[in-house]
């Protein structure tokens, strides 16, 4: 399942089974925060309507706030959910058909492809933009109040990734433009219109949606930093990417809207539209309703979310009217410090089943080593290559220019992989994975500087003046 949902892609994946076992809560993730190095957890759960929520660790490890389940904490893609249900109101209002034409709606897509694409394909995630292309938008991080509109008239010039309806690809770009329709529908800017619409009558006192400007009193993220975390200070929210990300809510808030999600009611949203976005968008999303990811093999309906360093999991199961959501104020590093556990655990402890722990960290953890030694590696070969440059200089042959050479075009591939083939992996460029897992973007960055230092230098003491000396 992608980890970024748009988020940057690494993976949490959610097991359930059948009952946690006699450990108790309290001493699992206590546990879990000690061996993982995380700062800091909120969660809550719901059953028949019930709320109940708790917390462990800090809010911030500067100041050493202690973490509450009503502190506020960037909820990241769980916020497709808000504006899933926006735009359903505006659907049950009749201000907006599921599929009518995104060209409707905002004009400056008249006349060009993606005009035609349809508020249920933005929502299902199959428009035809690409997961690359919805995480490039973390690129803008303005605050003026025009900064979607001026977004969406980029998007306008892009060209899509696929033909609308033919692909599901997960992409933040889907509700960017979600997000301005609800703007250009309702004439409200889109966290006023969340404010005002959803979460005040939930009665989410301790939530809002960002708005660009910084909020000091919500828990810090903390990013990984070569094997622990380091606090994100100063973050600004961003209106950009509101409509996918940019709910900022308490983990008890966010259980009393997951309760109204099970509550088989018509009160913000008719209980036919609640039930509608656990549904597959479309025969091409069958694994996405609307604004939610689903699993049919277990009848769970889930979202993940990622923001520069937290990551959260909002779950529900329909059948039992049960749902859990657990916040980490911490990104997970590459095998180092993963939340992984953490959130798997809290949620299969709250809803009755078996948790099964993550054991494979060690390949991951490998590979981050790899490519950390590796920068060292290079440049004790540079030292070598200059203190034995006589007889580097002695190579002749096919064989001396082979070996000369092929350094050369290895290390160009190595620099493709580190700089493009991996961050395209995680569906993003080089600058937007740093935002996220800045110690990865940086032992990437040296292995592949490094590697060319060395190969070229070693090029140079050969056909330069340098190996003469």
């Excluded at 299902?124 to 001026?150: E, I, L």
């Excluded at 950009?240 to 949203?269: F, K, Q």
Aim: glycine share 12%.
């Amino acid at each position: 399942m992608p980890y970024l949902l748009a988020t940057i892609a690494m993976g949490i994946f959610v097991t359930l089974q059948a009952g946690f076992g006699s450990e108790s809560l309290d001493g699992f993730v206590e546990d879990e925060l000690r061996a993982s190095a995380l700062p800091g957890v909120a969660y809550a759960w719901v059953e028949n309507g019930e709320v109940a929520g708790d917390a462990q660790g800090v809010a911030d490890r500067g100041s050493g706030t202690a973490m509450s389940p009503d502190m506020p904490v960037p909820t990241g893609s769980i916020s497709k959910s808000f504006t899933a249900i926006a735009i359903l109101q505006l659907v049950e209002s009749g201000e907006v058909e599921l599929d009518g034409n995104l060209s409707r709606y905002l004009d400056v897509f008249s006349g060009r492809p993606a005009g035609a694409i349809t508020i249920r394909q933005l929502l299902g995630h199959t428009s035809g933009y690409s997961t690359r292309q919805g995480n490039d938008t973390h690129q803008d991080r303005t605050d003026s109040d025009d900064a979607m509109m001026r977004q969406v008239d980029r998007m306008a010039e892009w060209e899509l990734a696929y033909a609308p309806g033919t692909q599901w690809d997960y992409s933040n770009a889907n509700y960017i433009l979600l997000g301005a329709v609800i703007e250009a529908v309702s004439g409200l800017k889109y966290d006023r219109y969340v404010e005002r619409r959803i979460l005040e009558p939930i009665g989410m006192k301790n939530s809002f949606v960002g708005d660009g400007a910084i909020y000091p009193n919500i828990a810090v993220g903390h990013t990984p930093w070569f094997g622990g975390k380091r606090p994100v200070k100063g973050s600004k929210s961003s209106r950009v990417i509101a409509p996918a990300g940019g709910v900022v809510a308490s983990a008890n808030d966010l259980a009393l809207y997951l309760a109204m999600l099970l509550n088989g009611t018509d009160d913000i949203i008719s209980a036919q539209s609640k039930s509608l976005m656990m549904q597959p968008a479309s025969a091409q999303s069958p694994y996405y309703g609307l604004g939610w990811m689903l699993n049919p093999q277990d009848g769970t309906v889930y979202h993940t979310g990622i923001s520069p360093g937290v990551e959260t999991l909002a779950l529900l199961v329909p059948s039992e009217r049960k749902a859990v959501v657990v916040l980490v104020n911490a990104g997970s590093g590459m095998g180092f410090g993963e939340t992984g556990n953490l959130l798997n655990g809290i949620s299969a402890h709250a809803l009755g089943r078996d948790y099964v722990p993550d054991q494979s960290s060690l390949g991951r953890k490998s590979l981050f080593l790899m490519f950390a030694v590796l920068p060292l590696l290079f440049l004790v070969g540079t030292v070598q290559a200059w203190l034995r440059r006589s007889g580097l200089r002695a190579k002749s042959g096919v064989s001396g220019a082979f070996s000369l050479w092929f350094p050369l075009l290895m290390t160009l591939v190595l620099a493709w992989v580190c700089l493009f083939l991996l961050p395209n992996l995680f569906g993003v460029s080089l600058s937007t994975l740093g935002i996220f897992s800045p110690d990865l973007a940086i032992v990437l960055l040296a292995t592949a500087v490094t590697g060319l230092i060395w190969a070229v230098f070693r090029l140079g003491l050969f056909y330069g003046p340098l190996g003469r000396i």
